[in-house]
């Protein structure tokens, strides 16, 4: 663990997501760049007050819509057809209509220098231990996750991961996963590096918190868990 550093947002993270671009015809030809269009602003009224919903870094999604309306949008244009076809692939049987997307996480993975990768399905099983694995102190791993996305495209997928030490926070780190359209496959993704502590106050039992939301503030996971940390 390196303290309270921050990954990162990767370039899926840009302003301008997968739903927006659906909404923007390509300039020209199927593979052309989408131009940036400028995002709805949702307002809400708050104590008489209209106040816009901006996360953080002011980036502010745009409005929901179903990816079943989203392809049969102008679906009298063919070049428009095909594209949105090729960024979203051929799914049109495995739409309903519904508006949110769903993320179904199927396994977290622990990969650790000089030891054999570690697959613990989710959700995890009753009977399986509290201590979900056990890492070499001064070591390096990561975790790796596969999930699938059903229904709509789920935008700024992002995790937080924070851990404790007998009820003292020790470390937090949180990083973004990207912007993931539906499609049959299971995604597979890994977290970034990560390194344990050393020394004989490092050794012992942590507790920890991997929680996984969207630019929608969805959470689609908050899985507690625990690891050891040995000389070993």
């Known amino acids: 663990m ?3 550093r921050r ?3 990767g370039s899926s993270s840009a302003s301008i997501t997968l739903r927006d671009a659906l909404e923007a015809p390509p300039e020209s030809g199927d593979d052309a760049l989408v131009g940036e269009k400028k995002a709805e602003i949702d307002e809400e009224e708050v104590d008489g007050e209209e106040d816009e919903e901006v996360g953080a870094d002011g980036f502010v999604p745009g409005p929901l819509i179903s990816l079943k309306e989203q392809l049969e949008k102008d679906k009298d244009d063919e070049s428009l057809r095909r594209w949105k076809e090729k960024l ?18 199927h396994s977290i993975g622990i990969v650790s220098e000089g030891c054999a990768e570690i697959v613990i399905p989710l959700p995890v099983a009753e009977d399986q ?6 890492l070499k102190e001064g070591s390096q791993y990561h975790l790796k996750l596969t999930f699938s996305v059903k229904h709509n495209i789920v935008s700024g997928l992002n995790y937080l991961n ?9 470390d937090q780190s949180k990083g973004m996963l990207g912007t993931f359209a539906p499609q049959l496959e299971p995604y597979e993704h890994s977290l970034e590096d990560e390194t344990t502590p050393s020394g004989s106050l490092a050794r012992g039992v942590y507790s920890a918190i991997l929680k996984f939301e969207d630019d929608d503030k969805r959470c689609h996971l908050e899985l507690g868990y625990s690891f050891e940390i040995k000389n070993r």
């Open 2 to 4: 390196d303290g309270e």
């Open 7 to 9: 990954a990162e947002a």
């Open 88 to 105: 979203l692939g051929c799914l049109e049987g495995e739409l309903n209509g519904q508006m949110e997307p769903e993320v179904t996480f």
């Open 129 to 134: 231990s509290h201590v979900l694995f056990t």
């Open 162 to 170: 924070t851990v404790w030490k007998k009820g003292r926070q020790v």
